[in-house]
T-cell receptor
Framework: DQQVKQNSPSLSVQEGRISILNCDYT??????FLWYKKYPAEGPTFLIS?????DKNEDGRFTVFLNKSAKHLSLHIVPSQPGDSAVYFC??????????FGAGTRLTVKP | ETGVTQSPTHLIKTRGQQVTLRCSSQ?????VSWYQQALGQGPQFIFQ???????GRGNFPPRFSGLQFPNYSSELNVNALELDDSALYLC????????????FGSGTRLTVV
């Protein structure tokens, strides 16, 4: 029962360019979406979130877009930096406890 | 703020044994959740505790159990270990509204042989 899907296991971009990470979901009851970043040997770190009543949330270089009709969200990183290289997880919250995660996308930003 | 700390970092157990993993929540956080992350997968929700009471459970068998203590630290216990239990176990703490983001520990890597 994979309700949150990240179909691209990896993404490679050049430093300074835009990184776009995508996520699809199937459950229309999700009311909050989050992105986490994970470095090796560390736990996931919260990055940015968006409520289902919004379609965009921006925090510095990071912007999350939500398209409810398509059940799709994306994370844009502009400009990308080598330090952004990590695994990015998309997560959705149908209530206050059972957060569902995608399988992750490994982003590599090349200098 | 000391963040979320988990112990041990690595553990090897034999099939059929029992294991206890420990988690110390971030200061001020009253909610703790446990996740299992298999290789190449995203974290899967095991259960959540809020103020020492179980507050939701994922699709895991009863041999996965937990506790939350008055200081909000937590334990995950797994009985009758199976080979498929080999995974990274993540503890995450939050305040009352985890929509603002959990704080995760670095995890315990459990290997069942």
């Amino acid at each position: 029962d994979q309700q949150v899907k990240q179909n691209s296991p990896s993404l490679s971009v050049q430093e300074g360019r835009i990184s776009i990470l995508n996520c699809d979901y199937t459950n229309s009851m999700f009311d909050y979406f989050l992105w986490y970043k994970k470095y090796p040997a560390e736990g996931p770190t919260f990055l940015i979130s968006i409520s289902s009543i919004k379609d965009k949330n921006e925090d510095g270089r990071f912007t999350v877009f939500l398209n409810k009709s398509a059940k799709h969200l994306s994370l844009h990183i502009v400009p990308s930096q080598p330090g952004d290289s990590a695994v990015y997880f998309c997560a959705a919250n149908p209530n206050n406890n059972d957060m569902r995660f995608g399988a992750g996308t490994r982003l590599t930003v090349k200098p | 703020e000391t963040g979320v700390t988990q112990s041990p970092t690595h553990l090897i157990k034999t099939r059929g044994q029992q294991v206890t993993l420990r988690c110390s929540s971030q200061s001020g956080h009253n909610t703790v959740s446990w996740y299992q992350q298999a290789l190449g997968q995203g974290p899967q929700f095991i259960f959540q505790y809020y103020r020492e009471e179980e507050n939701g459970r994922g699709n895991f068998p009863p041999r996965f159990s937990g506790l939350q203590f008055p200081n909000y630290s937590s334990e995950l216990n797994v009985n009758a270990l199976e080979l498929d239990d080999s995974a990274l176990y993540l503890c995450a703490s939050s305040e009352d509204h985890p929509n603002y983001g959990y704080t995760f520990g670095s995890g315990t890597r459990l290997t069942v042989v």
